[in-house]
Every structure is written in C-alpha cells, then in structure tokens.
C-alpha cells in the first residue's frame, strides 16, 4: 500500500513562506501525476497544483506566481514552496498522487497564516 506523508506545515505571518514535502513510500515514478490540495474549514477540497512525470506544471490562478512545485525523484519526495503567503492560504494541505485510475492521499499538513 502506497503511503504519502507530508510536513513542513505550520504557522507563519502574512507575506512569509513555507516549504511543504510529500515522501512517498514508493520510487514517485511510478505516478502519473503528484499535487497539492487544500481544504479550509468549511470549505471543499481545492486543487492547488501538480505536476506530471514529463516535468509540466499547473497551478491555481489563487497561488501562481507565489507557489512553485516540484520533485526530487531520488527522494521520492514533492515540494510546494509557498512565498507571499496570505491569510486566505490557511488550510490543511494534502498531497495526492494518481496511478493507473488509483489516487493516493497523504493525511494532511496545517498552514495557518496570520494577518
């Protein structure tokens, strides 16, 4: 069974930066695609970005240009690199990966961000 586990969450002013991780108990290149969501209380889960094994990346129009993803494969770890945080950036973040129809969520991360 595959197993995400994320940190790198915490609390942090508004304008600060954070760095989220995600490890995989599995070489990551087996996914198809590995992201990043959110879920502030209250509210549905949101995409936040991903990114595919060709190295392509999309992000949400709320965070591009302020959050940047990427992997390490020899890692078997995603990043998300948060800059410019704003208190609407407050969530739990969850790492995701997908292979063949399967999705893989990791238990989620807190960022809260103060004004």
């Known amino acids: 069974q595959v197993q995400l586990v994320e940190s790198g969450g915490g609390l942090v002013q508004a304008g600060g930066s954070l760095r989220l991780s995600c490890t995989a108990s599995e070489n990551i290149l087996i996914f198809n695609t590995m992201g990043w969501y959110r879920q502030a209380p209250g509210k549905q889960r949101e995409f936040v970005a991903i990114t595919v094994t060709s190295g392509t990346t999309t992000y949400a129009d709320s965070v591009k240009g302020r959050f940047t993803i990427s992997r390490n494969n020899a890692k078997n770890t995603m990043y998300l690199q948060m800059d410019s945080l704003k208190p609407e950036d407050t969530a739990a973040y969850y790492c995701?990966?997908?292979?063949?129809?399967?999705?893989?969520w990791g238990q989620g991360t807190q960022v809260t961000v103060s004004s």
């Open positions: 995701n990966a997908f292979r063949i129809g399967t999705p893989y």
